[in-house]
């Protein structure tokens, strides 16, 4: 028989997590854990939890061992890895908006073709 997963959350840990969910600027994956262990914690199964929300229960219990690992501070995604992408500054947006207004309509993007001209400074 499957062992059933409970989670028992103390009064701190309600706090944190219903700050968190308060919160507007989170990602999907990290407002349906906190909503997975909020649902476990009032007395709800693995699979009525997983109906709820609409995921798999794998993704539930994944979030209950997460929980259990680290508590409420390991739910939210980590930050993720590599170097951040880089917005374009106004300097940079003007230029493209410039070459685009002066595309050709029918453009072939082909290596002889306007888009080699337009980025290698008209050569």
């Known amino acids: 028989m499957p062992k059933f997963l409970r989670v028992e959350l103390t009064a701190d840990q309600c706090r944190g997590l219903h700050v ?3 919160r507007r600027d989170l990602t999907r994956c990290t407002r349906q ?12 199964t693995v699979p ?6 609409e995921c798999n229960p794998v993704t ?5 061992h997460r929980f259990e690992d680290g508590g409420v501070a390991v739910l939210p995604d980590a930050p993720r890895p590599g170097r951040p992408a880089k917005v ?5 947006r003007a230029a493209l908006a410039g070459l685009l207004e002066h595309a050709p309509i029918n453009a072939q993007l082909t290596a002889g073709g306007w888009f ?6 008209g050569a």
């Open 116 to 121: 080699k001209s337009a980025f290698s400074g």
């Open 33 to 44: 854990r906190l909503e997975c262990i909020r649902l476990l914690g009032r007395c709800k």
């Open 88 to 92: 374009l500054g106004p300097a940079d």
């Open 60 to 64: 539930v219990r994944a979030a209950v």
């Open 48 to 53: 009525e939890v997983a109906d709820l929300l």
């Open 20 to 22: 968190l969910l308060a």
